[in-house]
């Protein structure tokens, strides 16, 4: 078995092509693992069927094939080299397709990092990897790649997707979950098919697989006359505000006044997300009153978050000072 130095610890079962690396077989007992993007000088330019799956790790050497072993720091003693504690994949920009079935059963991956240059995903790639809920998706041109498109259509669940570039121009979008169901009409000898939960819509504002942010904006109020999770609304809300791209004013100016009326519970959620950065904006942009002050204070006292407990305490001062409150003793 070769032995080569990398970023995580990987077994790999791979077969050389003529423009590169296809990888057969992948395992690993990291959380967080990042496959190689090159080996042997070659670019890795596929993932074969079922390369991921844990169950296949353990079957044997295909015809023509090589095992190479990817070693960073040296895993714990026993551990197993088989996906399942994997919990945060990042594929590498060199890979162009994806084989049928390549996660299949990776049960514990929750966060997956990948290029839009990927023009084939395999059926059922994401099978059963059910906790898979987070898309971090760079671009490797200016135009947009299918790869989002493909993600909403594939997960009806919540999806929190972060998008990077070209340049400056990153943006956090949330599409929220909806459930399809097929229900037996026996009398009728067919299936009826029911859609519920406002995040359908959201799964499918694309246009020629490319995500229109137009359309995606002008689901707002539909979305909040639908039954709906409130902690969802806070999130998309505020990560179209936070991160703006083509955000036009009449759409800006109803995520404001939402999170205007919900302050406190915005405020909570960059406290739980440790986004301190973003709290001076929060402030200005929502105004909370003295109590929803307090109440945050309280929070970040609690949790020891004391960059944003300065700012709280701060903003507390400026707009409430305890010097103007007046109190008489009779």
Not at 186 to 209: E, L, N, T
Not at 284 to 291: A, G, N, S, V
Request: aromatic share 8%.
């Amino acid at each position: 078995m070769k032995t080569v130095s990398g970023v995580s610890n990987w077994k790999l079962i791979l077969r050389r092509e003529a423009d590169g690396i296809t990888i057969l077989r992948a395992g690993t007992p990291d959380v967080r693992a990042v496959l190689p993007d090159r080996l042997f000088d070659l670019p890795v330019t596929a993932l074969g069927s079922r390369a991921l799956a844990p169950e296949r790790q353990a079957d044997g050497l295909p015809s023509g094939a090589e095992t190479v072993l990817v070693s960073c720091v040296p895993p714990e003693e026993g551990a197993v080299w088989n996906n399942r504690a994997l919990r945060d994949l990042t594929l590498p920009e060199s890979i162009g397709a994806v084989g049928d079935y390549a996660l299949l059963n990776c049960s514990s991956l929750k966060t997956l990092r990948i290029y839009d240059g990927v023009t084939r995903w395999g059926g059922g790639t994401l099978m059963n990897c059910r906790s898979l809920n987070t898309l971090h998706l760079t671009r490797t041109g200016q135009t947009q790649g299918e790869a989002l498109a493909w993600f909403a259509g594939e997960l009806s669940r919540e999806l929190d997707v972060t998008v990077y570039g070209p340049g400056e121009k990153n943006t956090r979008l949330l599409f929220p979950e909806y459930t399809e169901l097929y229900e037996e009409n026996c009398p009728a000898h067919h299936f009826d098919y029911f859609i519920s939960g406002a995040g359908y819509p959201y799964h499918h504002c694309f246009r020629q697989k490319r995500l229109s942010l137009k359309e995606y904006d002008a689901l707002w109020r539909d979305f909040l006359g639908m039954e709906h999770e409130e902690s969802a609304a806070l999130r998309l809300a505020w990560y179209r505000l936070r991160w703006p791209v083509e955000l036009g004013e009449t759409a800006a100016a109803g995520y404001r006044a939402y999170l205007k009326n919900h302050a406190g519970e915005t405020l909570r959620l960059l406290l739980e997300e440790e986004d301190g950065e973003a709290l001076p904006f929060l402030l200005e942009l929502t105004e909370p009153d003295r109590e929803t002050l307090s109440d945050a204070c309280g929070l970040a006292r609690e949790t020891g978050a004391t960059a944003a407990l300065a700012i709280l305490l701060e903003e507390q001062h400026r707009r409430f000072p305890a010097g103007l409150e007046k109190s008489f003793t009779l």
